[in-house]
């Protein structure tokens, strides 16, 4: 995996759909553009800016990871978290003599999920099916009621808004909950 650094301030727009509360989002008062109004909810939309970005320059095999904070506004003022997110789309593996084409899956970001989850100690967490518009299909590990890790599909809806001609494997991990074990 290749890291990625995003700036905070996104489009506020993309939290307007997919599962997203609007109301959560913390606006910029003052932006200087539309595409810097506000602060991220999730990695994800910036991350897959850089996917585009890649894919425009015939760069399709990508493994991103991002360490970044989230922001939310709620009744109680404001909030940030530290996400480690994930991202593997193109081939699994670069095609050689030993190896043919692979398309990555789903099964190969949970591989690198369930390594890190190893690391903090958090082996064999409850795995749900886990229903978000974000994804086409996905899953969560559970740390008693509370999701601590999403892994799944990006929607094709999403997909094709931002450009990007094949499938996208995304995990977020809440780094709180793992670092705390």
Avoid: C, H
Avoid at 88 to 110: H, L, Y
Avoid at 156 to 172: N, T
Wanted: hydrophobic letters at 35%; a neutral charge; aromatic letters at 14%.
């Amino acid at each position: 995996y290749n890291e990625i650094m995003n700036n905070s301030l996104t489009k506020a727009e993309y939290f307007t759909d997919y599962g997203f509360i609007a109301d959560e989002t913390v606006e910029i008062l003052n932006p200087l553009s539309q595409d810097l109004s506000g602060m991220r909810q999730s990695l994800l939309f910036s991350g897959l800016e850089n996917i585009a970005y890649n894919n425009n320059r015939q760069r399709l095999d990508l493994r991103f990871f991002e360490w970044g904070k989230t922001y939310k506004k709620g009744e109680n003022g404001f909030s940030e978290s530290m996400q480690l997110a994930l991202f593997t789309t193109g081939e699994a593996f670069p095609e050689n003599w030993m190896n043919s084409t692979q398309k990555t899956s789903i099964f190969k970001i949970r591989e690198a999920v369930e390594f890190i989850l190893g690391k903090g100690g958090l082996n064999n967490l409850p795995v749900d099916e886990y229903t978000n518009p974000v994804y086409d299909y996905a899953l969560s590990y559970n740390q008693g009621k509370k999701a601590i890790v999403t892994v799944g599909k990006v929607s094709a809806k999403i997909l094709k808004k931002m450009g990007i001609k094949q499938d996208v494997f995304y995990a977020e991990l809440d780094w709180k909950s793992i670092a705390r074990g």
